[in-house]
Nanobody
Framework: QVQLVESGGGLVQPGGSLRLSCAAS????????MGWYRQAPGKQREWVAV???????NYKASVKGRFTISRDNAKNTLYLQMNDLKPEDTAVYYC?????????WGQGTQVTVSS
């Protein structure tokens, strides 16, 4: 079973930036698409960004132009650079395989955007 460990969250003011990281165990990371998801209080978890094994990216409309997903296959690590953060970006952020997530999710990393 692959283990996913997210990090890099925190408290940031509107307009600020954060870079999230996701470390994946195992040696199959490079073969799969990966994605970032988020879950805000009282809401369902939603997909935010995806990157295929070849590096093609796609984004939820509300984050396009502000967030950038990337991956380092040599380090088994997924990244999410988040710029111009807004209060509505506040959520716990998770990474997982795309399009079919692993059954076991990581603990996530909290992102809070507030003045």
């Amino acid at each position: 079973q692959v283990q996913l460990v997210e990090s890099g969250g925190g408290l940031v003011q509107p307009g600020g930036s954060l870079r999230l990281s996701c470390a994946a165990s195992g040696n199959l990371f490079r073969l799969y698409g990966m994605g970032w998801y988020r879950q805000a209080p009282g809401k369902q978890r939603e997909w935010v960004a995806v990157i295929t094994s070849e590096g093609t990216t796609n984004y939820k409309a509300s984050v396009k132009g502000r967030f950038t997903i990337s991956r380092d296959n040599a380090k088994n690590t997924l990244y999410l650079q988040m710029n111009d953060l807004k209060p509505e970006d506040t959520a716990v952020y998770y990474c997982n395989r795309q399009p079919t997530p692993y059954s076991d999710w990581g603990q996530g990393t909290q992102v809070t955007v507030s003045s």
